[in-house]
Nanobody, 119 residues
Framework: VQLVESGGGLVQPGASLRLSCAASGFTFSNSAMTWARQAPGQGLEWVSSIYSDGSTYYADSMKGRFAISRDNSKNTVYLQMNSLKPEDTAAYYC??????????????WGQGTQVTVSS
């Protein structure tokens, strides 16, 4: 089982980024997937989850700016991030499952991709 995130980078405030998480080794289409992030010196923060039926859920601070999606033909989950703010600076991780911030319930994580929002 493997998750590999990509798409992070250094962007200016107001910019957009699309993160990708390529999955392998399990039945992706049957699995809920989650994005979480960790800012420097902070704990993990739940960002968004998408279920196998395509239903989506977001943390309040991301609603309207972030969009999670999935492509089961590519075993990939995406996080489109718009109107980025400096406070969005964090390492972004994907994980299998949808347990919000019950971190001990997630047993597989990617290595993360760094997003830095700075002028």
């Amino acid at each position: 089982v493997q998750l590999v995130e990509s798409g992070g980078g250094l962007v200016q405030p107001g910019a957009s980024l699309r993160l990708s998480c390529a999955a392998s080794g399990f039945t992706f289409s049957n699995s809920a997937m989650t994005w979480a992030r960790q800012a420097p010196g902070q704990g993990l923060e739940w960002v968004s989850s998408i279920y196998s039926d395509g239903s989506t859920y977001y943390a309040d601070s991301m609603k309207g700016r972030f969009a999670i999606s999935r492509d089961n033909s590519k075993n990939t989950v995406y996080l489109q991030m718009n109107s980025l703010k400096p406070e969005d600076t964090a390492a972004y991780y994907c994980a299998i499952g949808a347990y919000r911030n019950s971190w001990t319930k997630y047993d597989t994580w990617g290595q993360g991709t760094q997003v830095t929002v700075s002028s």
